[in-house]
């Protein structure tokens, strides 16, 4: 069982940037797919990123490309993600996944294909 914690959210001035961090715990971090996504106000959970076991290989919703960026530290087990020229209409939960896989080089952008998700944590950003 996998336990996972998120951090670094906050209220943010539109332009700003963040860095969100989840903190895994109770499971080999490495055998993990992680993935980010996210819940705005009054709308269904969406894909952000996600990153493979060996943060070799990434994927970013189209929509956010050039702004946010995934990352990982497999010795601390810690997945990141950093959002950049934040907007208003980024104001939302964001919250990490993980997911077993077997396939060290394999993403996951499906949030049902995920089994262990963080409680998430909120950004807001003002305009």
């Known amino acids: 069982q996998v336990q996972l914690v998120e951090s670094g959210g906050g209220l943010v001035q539109a332009g700003g940037s963040l860095r969100l961090a989840c903190a895994a715990s109770g499971g080999t971090f490495s055998d993990y797919i992680m993935g980010w996504f996210r819940q705005q106000p009054g709308k269904e959970r969406e894909f952000v990123a996600t990153?493979?076991?060996?943060?070799?290989?990434?994927r970013i919703t189209d929509s956010l490309k050039g702004r946010f960026a995934i990352s990982r530290d497999n010795a601390k087990n810690l997945v990141y993600l950093q959002v950049n020229s934040l907007k208003p209409e980024d104001t939302a939960v964001y919250s990490c996944a993980a997911t077993r896989s077997a396939l060290i080089i394999t993403t996951r952008t499906n949030p049902n294909d995920y089994d262990y998700w963080g409680q998430g944590t909120q950004v807001t950003i003002s305009s």
């Open positions: 990153i493979s076991r060996n943060g070799i290989r990434t």
